[in-house]
């Protein structure tokens, strides 16, 4: 397909997209409590594992995922699509386990919190229990 654009229009609408990552709404709820609850952290910083949130070493310090319970298969809510389509043509189960893998390999502690956790609100208690945890 031939572009209908003349080069100069194509580089004013591609200088308008904003680079950086955007956060989901679960990502902004964590990011929302933590900030209001004053824990210092960062969002999506650039590491090995690629976490979500990362709490400050002053405070415990841990890397946080936000998982969310179809695409990461929680074991509490997750059910096979029963017509999955054939371009996946993989196991979320499998892909999960081998994700867990690769986290552990993480320098630093790291936690998990599901979908269905921030949308009832009991993430906030674990993880302040987790911020007390010692090293």
Same mark, same amino acid.
């Given at each position: 397909?031939?572009?209908?654009?003349?080069?100069?229009?194509? /580089? &004013?609408?591609? /200088? $308008?997209?904003? *680079?950086?990552? +955007?956060?989901?709404?679960?990502? +902004? !709820?964590?990011?929302? #409590?933590?900030?209001?609850?004053?824990?210092?952290?960062?969002?999506?910083?650039?590491?090995? *594992?690629?976490?979500? !949130?990362?709490? /400050?070493?002053?405070? *415990?310090?841990? !890397?946080?995922?936000?998982? *969310?319970?179809?695409?990461? !298969?929680?074991?509490?809510?997750? $059910?096979?699509?029963?017509?999955? +389509?054939?371009?996946?043509?993989?196991?979320?189960?499998?892909?999960? +386990? &081998?994700? /867990?893998?690769?986290?552990?390999?993480?320098?630093?502690?790291?936690? $998990?919190?599901?979908?269905?956790?921030? =949308?009832?609100?009991?993430?906030?208690?674990?993880?302040? =229990? #987790?911020?007390?945890?010692?090293?």
């Amino acid at each position: 397909m031939t572009d209908t654009l003349t080069p100069e229009r194509r /580089s &004013a609408l591609m /200088s $308008r997209i904003q *680079g950086g990552i +955007r956060r989901n709404s679960l990502e +902004r !709820a964590v990011h929302n #409590w933590l900030k209001g609850h004053h824990i210092r952290h960062r969002m999506n910083p650039r590491m090995p *594992g690629s976490p979500d !949130a990362v709490l /400050s070493s002053a405070t *415990g310090g841990f !890397a946080l995922f936000v998982d *969310g319970c179809f695409w990461h !298969a929680c074991p509490r809510h997750y $059910r096979p699509p029963k017509n999955p +389509r054939p371009s996946w043509g993989h196991d979320l189960r499998a892909e999960e +386990r &081998a994700r /867990s893998r690769r986290r552990r390999l993480l320098t630093v502690r790291w936690h $998990r919190v599901w979908e269905h956790e921030v =949308r009832d609100g009991s993430f906030g208690p674990k993880i302040l =229990r #987790w911020l007390e945890e010692p090293r």
